[in-house]
């Protein structure tokens, strides 16, 4: 069992440590995450939305049904027949308990639909950051290619500590869009 730990734990390193080296490929992950997070969020109001509906059409069936047997009552007390009012008042509370239940479904989906547009907007949000990274890293390595450096002896120096800085930059990046996550 230590074995396949100690594997696992070594495979993980070298992930991150090439991750690291690669901010595109760590990015690109990142974004795909969101993307699959935004669609399982998506699906999630959906079906909440549906639940909803499912729910307000028995409450509007169970209040016609209390209607009729309200009335039932009425017309049973009317005609003097107490033992079919009793019988049609206990059906009319156990519709109103029933109903009562629904309500606090309603309610419980309602709330679950919210937080779930809440986390939606969340994660657009930061689907669009990470996408803007993606660019501005794009950008970056483009104009890295195509900068036509000066012919002087400080150039690699130049290079290499501009390199280093950017990676580092966009290391920091990451790093803080990772805790936000």
Known sequence: MNFFEDFTKFLESRLDEFLQSNPHLNLTIIAQELKQEKNDTIKLILQGESELKKIENNLLTIGKDIQTWHNRIEKAQQAGRLDLAQEAENRQNSLLTQGALFWRQMEEIKQKIILNKELLSSIETKEKE???????????????????APSWNQTNYNDDLESKFQQWEIDQQLQEMKKNL
């Open 130 to 148: 990470v996408n803007l990274k993606i660019e501005q890293l794009k950008a970056t390595q483009n104009y890295t290619n195509t900068y036509q």
